[in-house]
């Protein structure tokens, strides 16, 4: 069980055109969500955390009217890239948490990779 | 504030052992987790350590000292397969993982 899927598993696009990427819980519900981003060669960054049905929680220094999250049931969260440049080219992984296991334990997603050309 | 630190790259063989170290600063905190990231992958689970001690799960091992904020993977055996990048990282006090910044494990035949 706690399974999360991710889609798509890549993408690439043209500078200035917005992506989503969605993230699923398939065999739980997911009342939290986090959105991580990784650079090559670099640790998982926390973008944002989201709460089904409420606004997501961003981490200092990412913009949020461009990383759009939406968390609109217990399975699915999705995050838009919205006017994507080449600097958002990056490995974009997602993870859930249920309350009905421990506060501890975090599934994650397979990522996405972008590209944006 | 919030920092974890953990060797960049380590080298090993075949069949050795290797321990590879994390030390870590957090805003109270929930647990020391292991996790395992082969590249272009996402990371999955090796290990869960909330209390002093050694868990020990087949090949590998983790340890934590909550008292030294410290922790180390143990991995015997080694194979070719555990060639990955090893990421440790702490929960903090709002159940947020903090994590560093990954050890490369290169397996030597």
């Known amino acids: 069980g706690a399974v999360v899927s991710q889609h798509p598993s890549w993408v690439i696009c043209k500078s200035g055109t917005s992506v989503k990427i969605e993230c699923r819980s398939l065999d739980f519900q997911a009342t939290t969500m986090f959105w991580y981003r990784q650079f090559p060669k670099q640790s998982l960054m926390l973008m944002a955390t989201?709460?089904?049905?409420?606004?997501?929680?961003?981490e200092q220094g990412v913009e949020k009217d461009k990383f759009l999250i939406n968390h609109a049931s217990l399975t699915l969260s999705t995050l838009t890239v919205t006017s994507a440049h080449p600097e958002d080219s990056s490995f974009y992984i997602c993870s859930a948490r249920t309350e009905d296991r421990e506060a501890y334990e975090q599934y994650f997603g397979p990522g996405t990779r972008l590209t944006v050309t | 504030g919030q920092n974890i630190d953990q060797p960049t790259e380590m080298t090993a063989t075949e069949g050795a052992i290797v321990q590879i170290n994390c030390t870590y600063q957090?805003?109270?905190?929930?647990?020391l987790f292991w996790y395992q990231q082969h590249a272009g992958e996402a990371p999955t689970f090796l290990s869960y350590?909330?209390l002093d001690g050694l868990e020990e799960k087949g090949r590998f091992s983790s340890f934590l000292s909550r008292s030294k904020g410290y922790s180390y993977l143990l991995l015997k055996e080694l194979q070719m397969k555990d060639s990955a990048s090893y990421l440790c990282?702490?929960?903090?006090?709002?159940?947020?993982?903090?994590w560093g910044a990954g050890t490369k494990l290169i397996i030597k035949p």
């Open positions: 350590n909330v």
């Open positions: 957090t805003s109270g905190f929930n647990g």
């Open positions: 989201s709460n089904e049905g409420s606004k997501a929680t961003y």
């Open positions: 990282a702490a929960m903090d006090s709002n159940y947020q993982l903090i």
